[in-house]
């Protein structure tokens, strides 16, 4: 199971009361649950905190000047794009205003080495209107479990991949039926638009998607009986299945999500400073530490090895 996936499955074990993963598809891994008590997406997120890899962070050195780059520097501040309700990646506290996981951390870090200090600033943006905010300059950068695709590709520049997720299927807890990604074969399922839906159709082409703009809608749907199953890259599905017993995420995961930061497609000097960013932080530790601090802090074990920039089509 990958590391993504082995996630996701924590989730739903502790949001059944579970102590370990044993029968729900891993192994012997300890899960955050208090005893006799199911965590939340809440009491999980509080186990999540990117401060100390953002402060070790490193500043970036003689950057050049490019179109972003400038309304940064003048600004004080990196404007981004990004989730407020990805467990383990960028999740807000409504009492604190503050906003962890790896996803913000990686904001943060950007902001750091760009500005050298972590002012990243949170905008709104989903998976509907990103590529807009990005065109029309109203953020600097996309930074939310971004998969990168050769469609995309056509309308902004993707810096990364920085991280390698997969899709992952959610069912309902006494569903017996459906146990891999051939299973969604002719079943109304629900996912979102782009990415996701390609994945789906690629691993099934006779599933049928029903679309939607969020995980926690999937997931009501689901709950609901109208779908038959939600699937979406795992990191997305972490929030929206967390303390909810009545649905499972399986083990069985598919495709490959390579999430990148979205960049304007009008400054590609740009990209080229958050790649020379993104080798930095891979190369000095500072990657390794932001994960174990944020999305590793829900699973043990040693912290996967970021893929390689440029390494996929698209980046």
Known sequence: MNRISTLTAVVACTALGAVTLAGCGGGSTA??????????????????????????????????????????????????????????FSQLDPATQKVS??????????????????????????????????????????????????????LVNFAGPYYMAHSAIVVKSDNTSITKAADLAGKKVATESGAGKDALLAAAPTAKPVLFDTASEMIAALQQGRV????????????????????????????????????????PAFKTIVNQFLKTIETDGTWTKLYDDTAGKLIKGKAPTPPATGSVEGS
């Open 228 to 267: 038959e199953a939600a699937t979406l890259n795992s990191a997305l599905l972490l929030g929206a299945t967390a303390g909810k017993p009545t649905v499972k995420t399986l083990p069985a995961t598919y495709g490959s999500n390579p999430f990148g930061i979205g960049i304007a497609k009008d400054d």
């Open 101 to 154: 996981g790896f996803d913000a951390g990686m904001a943060q870090l950007l902001a750091k080495y760009l500005l050298g200090k972590p002012e990243a600033k949170l905008q709104s943006g989903g998976s509907d209107t990103r590529e807009a905010l990005l065109g029309n300059h109203t953020v600097d950068a996309a930074i939310e479990t971004y998969s990168i695709t050769p469609e995309r590709a056509k």
């Open 31 to 88: 899960a955050p649950a208090g005893p006799g008590k199911a965590s939340s997406a809440a009491s999980l997120a509080r186990l999540v905190d990117q401060s100390s890899a953002v402060a070790a962070g490193p500043v970036g050195k003689n950057l050049p000047s490019t179109p972003t780059m400038d309304r940064i520097r003048k600004r004080g501040s990196l404007l981004y794009a990004g989730a407020r309700t990805g467990l383990g």
